[in-house]
């Protein structure tokens, strides 16, 4: 636990609350605890901190933006993937709590399942010290990187709008796959007239292929391709 205090730079004065946070309900269910021992409230809570101030800093930041571009923003920000981005920054699954049997499924790599901790670890950062550690957090690890993040979010809109002009069409191929049937990693490719440009990979084909097209745009940024 020190060491995950030191990682983000926070100590707790309740440290019962970081270790609630990180505690799992396939713990509470191997032990037969109480339901609410579990970080899913937390987790609740954390969830409309984030959304809280993930939506003033939008406001803030750009003031030209109106509410429909703000959502969208926002979503990319906080959607289940940024979210597990910003808990493997620091290393969050290698401290949770959990059965030995959703350990032994790979839960500490589980997007859903990080994702989940690190928004009930804001809402512990929030009741043990108040707004600004939590917001600290945040802004560490979830609004850090924006237009990389973003354009992440919607990078096969982004390289379709991109190469539309020319009458091409992006399409994907699964080029491979690895690791156990509960915790695969895919890998796809970018394919554009019959040629395969960028490849990417993640926990789930979708993913896959959002970050194959994200390395096709960048590719086409720097000018080291041409399409």
């Given at each position: 636990m020190k060491k995950l205090e030191e990682t983000i730079g926070y100590s707790f004065k309740d440290p019962t609350l970081l270790e609630h946070a990180l505690r799992h309900s396939s713990y509470i269910n191997e032990h037969s605890l109480k339901k609410e021992d579990c970080n899913e409230r937390l987790e609740f809570l954390g969830d409309s901190i984030l959304e809280f101030v993930s939506s003033e800093y939008l406001f803030s930041t750009y003031p030209d933006r109106m509410e429909g571009d703000m959502s969208k923003l926002r979503a990319a920000l906080v959607c289940e993937n940024g979210l597990a981005q910003a808990a493997r920054a620091i290393d969050l699954g290698s401290y949770m709590i959990m059965g030995k049997g959703m350990d032994a499924e790979g839960g500490r790599e589980k997007e859903s399942?990080?994702?989940?901790?690190?928004?009930?670890?804001?809402?512990?950062?929030?009741?043990?010290?108040?707004?600004?550690?939590?917001?600290?957090?945040?802004?560490?690890?979830?609004?850090?990187?924006?237009?990389?993040?973003?354009?992440?979010?919607?990078?096969?809109?982004?390289?379709?709008?991109?190469?539309?002009?020319?009458?091409?069409?992006?399409?994907?191929?699964?080029?491979?796959?690895?690791?156990?049937?509960?915790?695969?990693?895919?890998?796809?490719?970018?394919?554009?007239?019959?040629?395969?440009?960028?490849?990417?990979?993640?926990?789930?084909?979708?993913?896959?292929?959002?970050?194959?097209?994200?390395?096709?745009?960048?590719?086409?940024?720097?000018?080291?391709?041409?399409i």
């Open positions: 399942i990080i994702s989940d901790a690190f928004e009930a670890l804001i809402a512990a950062l929030y009741l043990d010290g108040g707004l600004a550690p939590a917001k600290k957090l945040i802004y560490d690890y979830v609004l850090n990187d924006i237009e990389a993040k973003i354009l992440f979010y919607d990078a096969k809109t982004t390289l379709q709008e991109m190469i539309q002009s020319d009458k091409k069409t992006a399409s994907y191929e699964l080029i491979g796959e690895s690791g156990p049937e509960h915790m695969k990693t895919f890998e796809a490719a970018v394919v554009i007239d019959g040629k395969r440009f960028g490849t990417g990979k993640g926990r789930s084909k979708k993913q896959a292929e959002q970050a194959a097209a994200y390395e096709t745009i960048m590719m086409i940024r720097n000018h080291t391709v041409c």
